[in-house]
């Protein structure tokens, strides 16, 4: 049986809810850790369409963007619009996950997700927030099983020593080599390799469980080696450089919106892309400073666009909703992970769109 705890386990080795900025409110808002899971949707926020939607659909649990339960709410009424939903959500035991700023950031997260649409090349973090850690961890294993165990784990990556390991199987122990009672001289050989923190946990826990030891013997050291740089936003450049006017008409399309706005002299060359999903309107001097032709993101004001025109800074808003292209990025993910759950689930994607402008 997969549980919403197997499901967030495996989320959290691509997104970890420590990646979340210190305002968010990111993890399990509505639910049972231990309540099964047959059917995930993918949904970029969560109201009351949406929950009779998951109902409908027979969902167990959804993943959504922009968290249900943002901030503190002092009572959940059922006549109330947020307290109808949650309701809903209880009565029908669907639980409920949000993934918000911490998707934004990592490898292959909405900013990623955004930059592929855009088919942007040669990318940079625009907004760097965390240093990835790096671990060294040191495992030793006998000479007789070295190659199999790299194999089944590491296969590559790491530097192995030769030495001599001394133990003692003690009373009522069942030693892998040597007998009760007897100390045992083994030639062993000490494997190293570099662990990024967020894999780290999985694959002490699979070196052990490959190790021919009862108790494996491993050290785990922190390093001083900086791991890769994640942030909000990305920089790239566009294959093929195009005017404003028409670079907004490309956005226009690609995103699949109804129109842009955008600020600058029309004419304008375009080459270099900054892109951040959501609001992004407090990072256009990031872009300027990464020497990006253009930025593009969402809810952006009169007074923000006012300021850009001033300093020659354009500008792109195809709105916040352009962010549910994590919809088909996180199903994706748990399609191309689904063998380490304990059984199959479905994913599906929220049909419904939440976006809540209409234009004429």
Not at 11 to 22: C, L, S
Not at 202 to 227: L, R, S, W
Request: glycine content about 8%; charged content about 25%; aromatic content about 8%.
């Amino acid at each position: 049986m997969t549980t919403v705890k197997d499901i967030i386990q495996l989320f959290e080795q691509w997104v970890p809810a420590h990646y979340a900025e210190n305002w968010d409110n990111v993890g399990l808002q509505i639910g049972n850790l231990n309540n099964q899971v047959k059917r995930i949707m993918t949904t970029l926020d969560v109201t009351e369409q949406i929950a009779d939607e998951a109902i409908e659909n027979e969902v167990d649990l959804i993943v959504a963007h922009h968290p249900l339960l943002f901030q503190g709410l002092k009572q959940i009424e059922e006549n109330n619009f947020k307290g109808k939903t949650i309701h809903k959500l209880i009565k029908h035991n669907i639980s409920v996950y949000a993934a918000h700023t911490n998707l934004d950031v990592v490898k292959g997260g909405v900013n990623d997700l955004l930059a592929d649409k855009l088919q942007l090349v040669n990318r940079e973090v625009l907004v760097p927030t965390i240093a990835e850690k790096l671990f060294k961890l040191v495992v030793y294993v006998p000479e007789t099983h070295t190659a199999g165990f790299i194999e089944s784990n590491y296969s590559h990556c790491t530097f192995r020593s030769a030495g001599t390991g001394t133990f003692k199987p003690l009373e009522g122990t069942n030693p892998f080599i040597g007998q009760e009672g007897t100390v045992e001289h083994v030639k062993e050989e000490r494997v190293e390799t570099i662990v990024k923190e967020q894999h780290l946990k999985e694959i002490v826990q699979v070196a052990k469980n490959a190790h021919p030891y009862e108790e494996m013997a491993y050290d785990v050291f922190p390093t001083a080696n900086q791991g890769e740089i994640l942030g909000l936003g990305r920089v790239g450049t566009v294959s093929h450089p195009m005017k404003l006017e028409d670079y907004a008409a490309a956005v226009k399309e690609i995103f699949e919106v109804p129109y842009v706005r955008f600020v600058g002299d029309p004419d304008k060359t375009i080459e270099k892309v900054a892109v951040l999903g959501g609001s992004g309107k407090g990072y256009i001097n990031d872009a300027r400073k990464h020497g990006a032709d253009v930025y593009i993101t969402g809810d952006l004001s009169f007074h923000d666009a006012l300021d850009a025109k001033e300093q020659g800074i354009a500008l792109i808003d195809p709105g916040h909703h352009i962010e549910q292209v994590m919809k088909d990025g996180v199903k994706t993910y748990f399609e191309q992970n689904m063998q380490k759950l304990p059984n199959r689930v479905e994913v599906i994607c929220s049909n419904i769109p939440t976006e809540p402008f209409q234009w004429k």
